[in-house]
């Protein structure tokens, strides 16, 4: 995978006077069956997180509340993602390294992905992560 196949995917967004409302359901707006599901939040000024790879697990990153920076390596290039609104969902394949920083006060970071919970699924290594990605 490349940072080519990342991309934003725009959720619904009903705009009501009473308040806005977003959502994604199988597999309507996700190009994947969800899992699971988890959550970031009270991340205290200046920490990261994630900083790691999947083998095999796609996700969907949004920041439901507060803003987030995730930063996406592919082996060869880097690029920056600035997520700071609850409609926009950033898709993120296998094979692609990533960390997530710069949280803003009450950030809040939903990640749906395909995959149960797995230690093995992981890559932590980065310099060895490059290796393969090269290979390819
Ligand atoms: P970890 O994936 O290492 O966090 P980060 O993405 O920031 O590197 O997860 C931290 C801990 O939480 C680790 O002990 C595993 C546990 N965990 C689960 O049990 N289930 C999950 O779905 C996730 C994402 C983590």
């Known amino acids: 995978m490349s940072l080519q196949d990342v991309r934003i995917i725009n959720l619904p967004k009903v705009l009501d006077d009473r308040g806005n409302l977003s959502f994604f359901q199988n597999s309507d707006q996700l190009p994947f ?3 699971r599901v988890y959550w970031i939040y009270d ?3 200046g920490e990261q997180r994630g900083g ?3 083998k095999d697990l796609q996700e969907v990153i949004i920041a439901l509340s507060g803003s987030f920076d995730v930063v996406l390596n592919d082996g060869r290039q880097e690029k920056v993602f600035s997520l700071n609104r609850s409609y926009y969902g950033l898709y993120v ?3 692609i390294w990533r960390h997530l920083e710069n949280f803003s006060t009450n950030a809040l970071a939903l990640i749906a992905t395909d995959a149960f919970y797995d230690a093995d699924q992981y890559m932590r290594d980065f310099d060895l992560f490059k290796q393969v990605a090269n290979e390819k």
């Open 52 to 54: 790691h790879a999947y």
């Open 43 to 45: 991340v205290p000024g």
């Open 93 to 95: 394949p296998q094979k």
């Open 33 to 35: 069956e969800i899992k």
